[in-house]
């Protein structure tokens, strides 16, 4: 087991903290490593000991939410959460209530899109490799299965915050169960449980 120093970690959570705060009134071209820094009351040194830049640094971001929507989604095996309509929406919707301020807003801000994008391709990636070992499906199929799966939550998530849909919760999980499980299902079987 590799062992993290927890001088790296205080280090990174201050920063994620004070990119945090700084990327709510900031765009993200204007947010210096001086201004990271000084919000996060570390010195300019020590930022440069464990990253190159900026984007370097928004990269751990970017790690982070690709990491925890991972774990909602994948946290229990495919084959059990996918067979129970709505369970990985109610996990990801909590997700995005719970840390509605940063969370919700990088990942539906037209600014800090590439971000989102990153952050969708990190999942999808993970969720295919998830999806081929438990269901045999190609690692094309279920790359695409995956993709199609975020893609669609997160890009109705962002219709939501947004405002540009007006639903209310239950609605809005409904859709979305609907239009994920139609596409999926005509890769995998849903209802097949696991073996055991």
Avoid: W
């Amino acid at each position: 087991m590799v062992k993290i120093d927890r001088r790296v970690q205080k280090t990174n959570q201050v920063l994620q903290t004070a990119f945090r705060e700084i990327a709510r009134n900031t765009s993200y071209r204007n947010i210096t490593v001086k201004k990271l820094t000084e919000t996060a009351g570390i010195n300019r040194k020590t930022f440069y000991l464990h990253y190159d830049s900026i984007d370097d640094f928004s990269n751990t971001v970017v790690d982070e939410i690709a990491d925890k929507l991972l774990t909602l989604i994948t946290g229990q095996p495919l084959k059990e959460s996918l067979a129970k309509p709505g369970y990985i929406f109610d996990r990801v919707f909590d997700f995005f209530q719970q840390s509605r301020e940063f969370y919700t807003f990088m990942m539906t801000s037209m600014d800090y899109s590439f971000l989102s994008r990153k952050v969708e391709a990190k999942v999808a990636e993970g969720f295919a490799q998830a999806i081929q070992e438990q269901y045999g499906t190609s690692q094309l199929d279920s790359y695409i299965c995956a993709s199609f799966f975020i893609r669609n939550t997160l890009m109705i998530f962002r219709l939501y915050n947004s405002g540009l849909v007006q639903l209310d919760r239950n609605e809005f999980r409904n859709r979305l169960i609907r239009l994920n499980t139609s596409g999926l299902s005509s890769f995998i079987d849903l209802n097949r449980q696991s073996e055991k």
